[in-house]
């Protein structure tokens, strides 16, 4: 399977769980906090190289692998979301520079669950969400409770390792996934035509 052949796996797998989602969140009225991004600058964020494969494709795309390495080498101490806008302005269109191309775990957090004691299931969410938005959060409880549809974390990092064991079975910090990511796109077009805006490959 090519580099663009997985990138494209893995956006099939995003997209289907951008249409789960949109249907738990339509049921229950589960939602961000307006204007929060609290969740993004949590420094022990963990993902996997796989997850960031498609945001490393579009920068090597763009011609800006060089400048994003670069970045992470300068800022290695900064354990927070390198994807994070680095200046939030009422312009800003959020707090990530890079939405269209944000991993698995940026996806799934807030909005899923995770299977407990007893392979029950607990809706994975968090403290602004619960404080805040408390009846949609019952709601998104008693739907799982009542085992209705609902994104399940496992099932969609088992569908991602499927795609390539190698990078999508162990996580990291988040800014070492997305280096990995650009790393194993950069390694396959060492010897490889590059893509460009008009062409995949």
């Not at 191309?101 to 940026?106: A, D, K, N, S, V």
């Not at 938005?133 to 969609?156: D, G, Q, R, V």
Request: with cysteine; glycine share 4%; charged share 25%.
């Amino acid at each position: 399977m090519t580099i663009y052949q997985k990138v494209q796996a893995v956006d099939r797998i995003f997209s289907q769980l951008d249409k789960e989602l949109g249907s738990f969140q339509q049921s229950t009225g589960l939602s961000c906090v307006a204007n929060c991004g609290l969740c993004c600058l949590k420094p022990d964020i963990n993902a996997t190289a796989l997850e960031f494969l498609p945001l490393a494709y579009h920068l090597l795309k763009n011609g800006e692998t060089e400048r994003w390495l670069e970045k992470l080498k300068n800022n290695k101490d900064n354990k927070i979301c390198p994807v994070l806008n680095e200046i939030i302005t009422p312009d800003s269109k959020g707090f990530c520079s890079e939405y269209a191309h944000r991993g698995l775990i940026c996806r799934l957090f807030g909005f899923s669950a995770m299977l407990h004691k007893n392979n029950k299931p607990k809706l994975v969410t968090c403290k602004p969400i619960k404080e805040q938005k408390t009846e949609a959060f019952n709601n998104a409880n008693a739907h799982i409770a009542a085992n209705k549809k609902y994104p399940l974390i496992s099932n969609y990092y088992m569908q991602l390792r499927s795609i390539d064991e190698s990078l999508g079975e162990e996580l990291f910090p988040i800014r070492i996934a997305i280096e990995k990511a650009i790393y194993a796109v950069l390694a396959y077009y060492a010897y490889r035509e590059l893509p460009g805006k008009d062409n995949e490959v």
